[in-house]
């Protein structure tokens, strides 16, 4: 997975502007935020009106497993960046 790495990781983001790379950051994750609670939400409601045999049933299989892969490969970057955040707060602390 590429990561860019910021020119102003170690910057004060309060007393100045933000530059183009981190208004697009800013806007990526916003958007993110959003479809992560649409993802959650969609979720929910099928876990709340049907069971997990009717969804294996009803699905289309080989998708079903490419959605689950993805989602297999999110969890593992948001533990990433869980991870990142306690070794920060360690380093900091």
Same mark, same amino acid.
């Given at each position: 997975?590429?990561?860019?790495?910021?020119?102003?990781?170690?910057?004060?983001?309060?007393?100045?502007?933000?530059?183009?790379?981190?208004?697009?950051?800013?806007?990526?994750?916003?958007?993110?935020?959003?479809?992560?609670?649409?993802?959650?939400?969609?979720?929910?409601?099928?876990?709340?009106?049907?069971? %997990?045999?009717?969804?294996?049933?009803?699905? /289309?299989?080989?998708?079903?497993?490419?959605?689950?892969?993805?989602? /297999?490969?999110?969890?593992?970057?948001?533990?990433?960046?869980?991870?990142?955040?306690?070794?920060?707060?360690?380093?900091? %602390?």
């Amino acid at each position: 997975m590429y990561m860019k790495k910021s020119t102003h990781t170690d910057q004060q983001l309060r007393g100045r502007w933000l530059d183009v790379d981190e208004v697009r950051l800013v806007s990526d994750l916003r958007i993110m935020h959003s479809k992560v609670d649409e993802l959650y939400q969609v979720v929910s409601n099928l876990k709340r009106r049907h069971s %997990g045999a009717d969804i294996h049933k009803y699905a /289309d299989q080989p998708v079903l497993n490419e959605d689950i892969a993805r989602v /297999d490969e999110l969890y593992l970057w948001f533990i990433s960046l869980k991870e990142q955040k306690i070794a920060r707060k360690k380093k900091a %602390g």
